[in-house]
């Protein structure tokens, strides 16, 4: 795949496919900014699941792994689908994910 072009989204919009698989899609309702602000929230906890099991830190490593769920929540890959969210559902599923993560800060 070329890592410049959008990976291939199913008909209906809900999930991206990669390698053959589906993912669930970012949710499209999410202002650019606060979608921006979770993807960074959600790649530093990856850093950080990858730091803590390099280092044996198993509690470390169940705190990134949580902060990793949540931004992904947040981000609507995880969780109610947002294609069955009203969208006052929507918007507090990421403002609320949003105002957990930035309060959790960068670990």
């Not at 960074?40 to 509690?59: F, N, P």
């Not at 689908?81 to 930035?102: I, M």
Request: zero cysteines; a positive charge; hydrophobic letters at 35%.
């Amino acid at each position: 795949m070329d890592e410049h072009r959008p990976p291939r989204t199913t008909p209906d919009g809900h999930h991206v496919v990669i390698g053959g698989r589906r993912w669930r899609a970012t949710d499209p309702s999410l202002p650019e900014e606060a979608a921006a602000r979770l993807r960074r929230h959600l790649m530093a906890a990856r850093r950080a699941v990858r730091s803590a099991t390099s280092e044996g830190d198993q509690r470390a490593e169940r705190s990134a792994r949580a902060r990793v769920h949540r931004a992904k929540v947040a981000l609507g890959e995880r969780g109610a689908p947002w294609w069955e969210q009203s969208g006052a559902e929507r918007r507090s599923r990421w403002q609320d994910g949003l105002a957990r993560l930035d309060a959790d800060g960068p670990r």
